[in-house]
């Protein structure tokens, strides 16, 4: 399970797409996930897989803060117990599970931690301006054809920007490029990195951060304004990626505009998808496969972290004999 994306917090989805009365199917690194909201109206997570006859959860419905499977009528409740069995009410619930995921709901952002069998051992952070009263959290999903990797390094790469956004937000970069020289400062973070740049000593606006493994934070706020690009690149499976699209700001908060920032951060998100799609091989390989400079730094630094941390990693490999017994017979 999670292949290769292992024992991490990632963002699945926005709070507002997780409505109270139905589930939300997701794959998250290969693995079937779905999201539906109990009682109390958490966000929770369960493999997407009934224990009964393996039947995706996510076609069913939330009953009762339960989600109840399509097939046979199984409830499961957020933690993965067997509610209520249909037509057998003496069966022995206590001996019937699926399979629950650790999950949080920050700053309008789902969360899931790869691993169902052990605990997480950090908690998610997100940007504290994203929790001030007022700040408006919006976005919308795209996929890739591409390695979450490669989608990941491209969101920390700064030397594109006038080359690959020479009409967008790369527009004022286009002139110096070639002859100006470009220094980016890195510095560790909790939660990543935290990188700016200065074109010819001079330090340029914004600041672009990772927050590990998968998000890449663009701050574009200017005075008193608060606005905040947050790009999550979500691994569906080994050759594509869900690029969850996000914008926090504490200005125009109606949720009426929200198509306006959607249509913006789609528009510039287009123009990287074809660049990055075309990248050989699909997965990022090791540094010394491809020639690198001096403002790649961003990058190698995500890249060597990848391979010490995630690369191989995966949950449930050596699940313990309890968890892989056959449920009994009723």
Same mark, same amino acid.
């Given at each position: 399970?999670?292949?290769?994306?292992? $024992?991490?917090?990632?963002?699945?989805?926005?709070?507002?797409?997780?409505? !109270?009365?139905?589930?939300?199917?997701?794959?998250?690194?290969?693995?079937?996930?779905?999201?539906? !909201?109990?009682?109390?109206?958490?966000?929770?997570?369960?493999?997407?897989?009934?224990?009964?006859?393996?039947?995706?959860?996510?076609?069913?419905?939330?009953?009762?803060?339960?989600?109840?499977?399509?097939?046979?009528?199984?409830?499961?409740?957020?933690?993965?117990?067997v509610c209520n069995v249909p037509w057998n009410p003496d069966a022995k619930l206590s001996t019937l599970r699926g399979q629950s995921l650790p999950t949080r709901e920050i700053a309008g952002q789902i969360w899931v931690y790869t691993d169902p069998f052990e605990a997480p051992t950090y908690e998610p952070t997100v940007d504290e301006r994203l929790l001030a009263p007022g700040v408006r959290v919006s976005g919308l999903?795209?996929?890739?054809?591409?390695?979450?990797? $490669?989608?990941?390094?491209?969101?920390?790469?700064?030397?594109?920007?006038?080359?690959?956004?020479?009409?967008?937000?790369? $527009?004022?970069?286009?002139?110096a490029s070639a002859k100006a020289r470009m220094d980016i400062t890195c510095e560790d973070?909790?939660?990543?990195?935290?990188?700016?740049?200065?074109?010819?000593?001079?330090?340029?606006?914004?600041?672009?951060?990772?927050?590990?493994?998968?998000?890449?934070?663009?701050?574009?706020?200017?005075?008193?304004r608060f606005m905040l690009m947050f790009v999550s690149c979500i691994p569906i499976d080994a050759k594509r990626t869900r690029m969850l699209l996000a914008m926090g700001r504490n200005f125009l908060t109606s949720p009426w505009l929200d198509w306006a920032f959607n249509w913006s951060n789609t528009k510039i998100a287009s123009e990287d998808k074809l660049v990055v799609e075309s990248s050989?091989?699909?997965?990022?390989?090791?540094?010394?496969?491809?020639?690198?400079?001096?403002?790649?730094?961003?990058?190698?630094?995500?890249?060597k972290r990848y391979f010490a941390e995630l690369a191989r990693s995966s949950a449930g490999a050596a699940e313990p004999s309890e968890r892989r017994r056959a449920l009994p017979i009723v």
């Open positions: 399970m999670f292949e290769g994306f292992a $024992r991490v917090w990632s963002v699945v989805g926005l709070s507002e797409e997780l409505s !109270r009365n139905n589930p939300l199917g997701v794959e998250l690194a290969g693995t079937p996930i779905v999201l539906f !909201r109990d009682n109390e109206g958490h966000a929770r997570a369960l493999v997407d897989r009934c224990p009964h006859r393996g039947v995706k959860l996510s076609l069913g419905k939330v009953v009762d803060g339960c989600v109840e499977c399509p097939f046979h009528g199984w409830k499961l409740d957020g933690e993965g117990h999903s795209i996929v890739w054809e591409t390695h979450w990797t $490669r989608a990941m390094e491209n969101m920390l790469d700064w030397p594109h920007l006038p080359y690959v956004h020479r009409s967008t937000i790369g $527009r004022g970069m286009r002139d973070r909790p939660w990543g990195f935290h990188t700016k740049i200065a074109i010819d000593g001079a330090e340029q606006p914004g600041s672009l951060d990772l927050r590990w493994p998968n998000q890449m934070n663009l701050d574009l706020s200017n005075g008193g050989f091989p699909t997965e990022i390989p090791s540094a010394s496969d491809e020639q690198s400079v001096r403002t790649d730094k961003p990058t190698l630094l995500f890249r």
